[in-house]
C-alpha cells in the first residue's frame, strides 16, 4: 500500500476527492499525513475529520523529518502555494505530484498560480482551458507532464466561474486518476517523459 503524504494551503477540495478515493478504494494507498504552510488552511480540518494526521509545517528539516517518520512514499501538492526546496525535490525525485489549474504550457510558472491563472486566461478571452497534473521539478511547473484535460469555458463570465468550473470538471478528476495510477504502479518515467502502462 503507497503511503501519501498530501500539502495544502487552502480549501482542500482536491484533498477530500482522494481521501474519498482512498476509502472507497479506488487509489490502492493510504493517506498517512496532511501537511500545510497555513494554520488556517481549511484542508487541516478535512483531515482531521478523516482521522488522518494533519500538521500546519512550515520548516523544511522538520517537514523531510516527519516525511521520514511516516515513510512516505508519494507527495502531493493539492493547492499548495509554497516552493517545495530543492532538497526535498531531489529526495523525492519524480515522487511529488503536484495540479496547475492550465493546461502547461500555458498560465504557467512564477505568479500563476491559484485564482491567478484563471484572471489571466480570462483577460485572454480562452474558449477552453483546463488543468495539468505533473511531478515536480526545480523549474516552478516545469517537471514532467503526467495527466492533462481540456473543457470549453466559453460559457464562464468571470474568473471565478471559470476556476470553479475547471476545479469541479478537470481538477478532482485528474489528480484523484493520476494517483491511482501511481499507486496501481503504472507510471513510469524515462528521459522526463511520462509513459503510462
Ligand atoms: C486549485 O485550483 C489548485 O489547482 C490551485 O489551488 C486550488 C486549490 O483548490 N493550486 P483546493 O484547495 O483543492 O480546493
Do not use: W
Amino acid at each position: 500500500m503507497v503511503r501519501i503524504a498530501v500539502f495544502v494551503s487552502g480549501g482542500g477540495t482536491n484533498l477530500q476527492v482522494l481521501i474519498d478515493a482512498c476509502k472507497e478504494k479506488y487509489i490502492n494507498g493510504e493517506i498517512v499525513l496532511v501537511v500545510s504552510n497555513r494554520k488556517k488552511a481549511y484542508g487541516l480540518e478535512r483531515a482531521k475529520n478523516a482521522n488522518i494526521k494533519a500538521e500546519c509545517i512550515k520548516d523544511d528539516e522538520l517537514l523531510i523529518k516527519r516525511l521520514g517518520e511516516e515513510k512516505v512514499d508519494l507527495i502531493v501538492l493539492a493547492g499548495y502555494l509554497a516552493i517545495v526546496s530543492d532538497k526535498l525535490i531531489s529526495l523525492y525525485e519524480n515522487r511529488i505530484m503536484n495540479i496547475h489549474p492550465s493546461l502547461i504550457p500555458s498560465f504557467c510558472g512564477p505568479g500563476f498560480y491559484g485564482l491567478h491563472v484563471h484572471e489571466h486566461a480570462f483577460e485572454r478571452g480562452v474558449k477552453v482551458a483546463g488543468a495539468t497534473v505533473h511531478f515536480v521539478s526545480s523549474v516552478v511547473d516545469g517537471g514532467p507532464i503526467i495527466l492533462q484535460r481540456a473543457i470549453d469555458v466559453s460559457s464562464a463570465k468571470s474568473p471565478e466561474e471559470m476556476q470553479e468550473i475547471v476545479l469541479v470538471n478537470i481538477e478532482h478528476k485528474i489528480l484523484k486518476e493520476a494517483v491511482k495510477l501511481y499507486c496501481d504502479g503504472k507510471i513510469k518515467v524515462e528521459n522526463e517523459r511520462v509513459r503510462i502502462e
